[in-house]
């Protein structure tokens, strides 16, 4: 223990007086830098959907992303995330659509990058589930999810996101292996600089609910996630998962979810000194989100939520609150 005095000689509501004290001697904060804000994209023109129990949150077609992203970069928000809401025809068994060069997520990235070049950080999910018309992250054989076979089919959707000038891929299907196998693809075909994000610590969660019904995976999913994304039961299996990462080939690793996850954000940035991202999720912000329109707690309660991911350690978070917490703080 580094405390030296004891009471009265130390006193430690004395840093405490004054707002300027406590801003001081704060240990931790947060800013607008550490924020990644999430974008829903769906087909269409001049569309800004609602989405179910994720107030505030909308889907937006192509043409009206700026509505979002100039408040990204207004707040100096580093980085968006891109996510596909795929017109159930589009979608089938093995998830072919993720490997058009022309889908939704193609374009977006296209799109963004033409018009705000690299001001703003793209990065995107690999993952075949806003594409599976079963809702899994992978390929599908009698109920089984194929790890090997599934790895294949993400690596090419990492390399058509890295040609189509995604800065940051990030694999949300927790299959083994596919961190080496990417970034060994995309070394080859020359995309050294693009950034590999694993979702290295993916719990199977309860809290994903909203975001499923956000992409339209959610009346799809046949069975849960239990057999490729963590046991919630876990700390030190994240270990395990990060490291074999980290050898793979991983810049940043996330956790996720969030809140309920803090002591494994703090595990791993412990444990391994390096990038570490959490994911506040949708059921998060539902959560957080109703009890405010309601009058039960107010919006202090996010910056209270996201600096606490602060303490534990991560670098940035990912959350739904990323644009109205910055124009918040700011
Ligand atoms: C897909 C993916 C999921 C989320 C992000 N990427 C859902 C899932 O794994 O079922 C959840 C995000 C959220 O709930 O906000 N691989």
Same mark, same amino acid.
């Given at each position: 223990?580094?405390?030296?005095?004891?009471?009265?000689?130390?006193?430690?509501?004395?840093?405490?007086?004054?707002?300027?004290?406590?801003?001081?001697?704060?240990?931790?904060?947060?800013?607008?830098?550490?924020?990644?804000?999430?974008?829903?994209?769906?087909?269409?023109?001049?569309?800004?959907?609602?989405?179910?129990?994720?107030?505030?949150? +909308?889907?937006?077609?192509?043409?009206?992303?700026?509505?979002?992203?100039?408040?990204?970069?207004?707040?100096? *928000?580093?980085?968006? !995330?891109?996510?596909?809401?795929?017109?159930?025809?589009?979608?089938? $068994?093995?998830?072919?659509?993720?490997?058009?060069?022309?889908?939704?997520?193609?374009? &977006?990235?296209?799109?963004?990058?033409?018009?705000?070049?690299?001001?703003?950080?793209?990065?995107?999910?690999?993952?075949?589930?806003?594409?599976?018309?079963?809702?899994?992250?992978?390929?599908?054989?009698?109920?089984?999810?194929?790890? @090997?076979?599934?790895?294949?089919?993400?690596?090419?959707?990492?390399?058509?996101?890295?040609?189509?000038?995604?800065?940051?891929?990030?694999?949300?299907?927790?299959?083994?292996?596919?961190?080496?196998?990417?970034?060994?693809?995309?070394?080859?075909?020359?995309?050294?600089?693009?950034?590999?994000?694993?979702?290295?610590?993916? +719990?199977?969660?309860?809290?994903?609910?909203?975001?499923?019904?956000?992409?339209?995976?959610?009346?799809?999913?046949?069975? @849960?996630?239990?057999?490729?994304?963590?046991? +919630?039961?876990?700390? *030190?299996?994240?270990?395990?998962?990060?490291?074999?990462?980290?050898?793979?080939?991983?810049?940043?690793?996330?956790?996720?979810?969030?809140?309920?996850?803090?002591?494994?954000?703090?595990?791993?940035?412990?444990?391994?000194?390096?990038?570490?991202?959490?994911?506040?999720?949708?059921?998060? +912000?539902?959560?957080?989100?109703?009890?405010?329109?309601?009058?039960? *707690?107010?919006? $202090?309660?996010?910056?209270?939520?996201?600096?606490?991911?602060?303490? !534990?350690? &991560?670098?940035?978070?990912?959350?739904?609150? !990323?644009?109205?917490?910055?124009?918040?703080?700011?």
């Amino acid at each position: 223990m580094i405390i030296t005095g004891k009471y009265p000689n130390l006193r430690l509501r004395r840093n405490r007086k004054a707002d300027w004290s406590r801003r001081l001697t704060q240990e931790s904060s947060l800013s607008s830098n550490d924020l990644i804000l999430p974008i829903f994209i769906v087909d269409g023109k001049k569309k800004k959907q609602k989405i179910k129990n994720m107030p505030e949150v +909308y889907r937006y077609s192509i043409d009206n992303i700026p509505l979002i992203l100039d408040k990204a970069l207004n707040y100096k *928000i580093p980085m968006v !995330a891109i996510f596909p809401y795929t017109n159930p025809k589009l979608k089938n $068994n093995s998830g072919s659509e993720a490997l058009n060069e022309n889908n939704l997520v193609c374009r &977006a990235i296209r799109y963004i990058k033409k018009k705000y070049k690299n001001k703003i950080g793209i990065m995107c999910d690999v993952a075949l589930d806003p594409y599976t018309s079963h809702g899994h992250d992978g390929l599908i054989k009698k109920n089984e999810i194929l790890n @090997d076979e599934t790895v294949e089919v993400l690596v090419k959707q990492s390399l058509l996101q890295a040609e189509m000038g995604c800065d940051v891929i990030a694999p949300s299907d927790m299959m083994d292996g596919r961190i080496g196998k990417i970034r060994k693809a995309l070394d080859k075909k020359n995309y050294k600089n693009v950034q590999i994000l694993s979702y290295a610590v993916k +719990y199977a969660s309860s809290f994903y609910g909203p975001f499923r019904e956000a992409v339209g995976s959610k009346g799809m999913l046949k069975g @849960d996630k239990k057999t490729y994304q963590m046991d +919630y039961r876990n700390g *030190i299996e994240a270990l395990r998962e990060v490291s074999l990462d980290i050898k793979e080939g991983a810049d940043m690793v996330m956790v996720k979810p969030g809140l309920p996850y803090l002591d494994i954000i703090k595990m791993v940035k412990e444990n391994f000194k390096i990038p570490v991202f959490a994911y506040q999720v949708s059921g998060e +912000y539902s959560l957080l989100m109703n009890g405010i329109k309601k009058g039960i *707690i107010n919006e $202090n309660c996010v910056i209270e939520s996201l600096t606490a991911f602060k303490r !534990a350690g &991560a670098n940035a978070i990912v959350t739904y609150y !990323a644009d109205k917490v910055a124009k918040l703080i700011k």
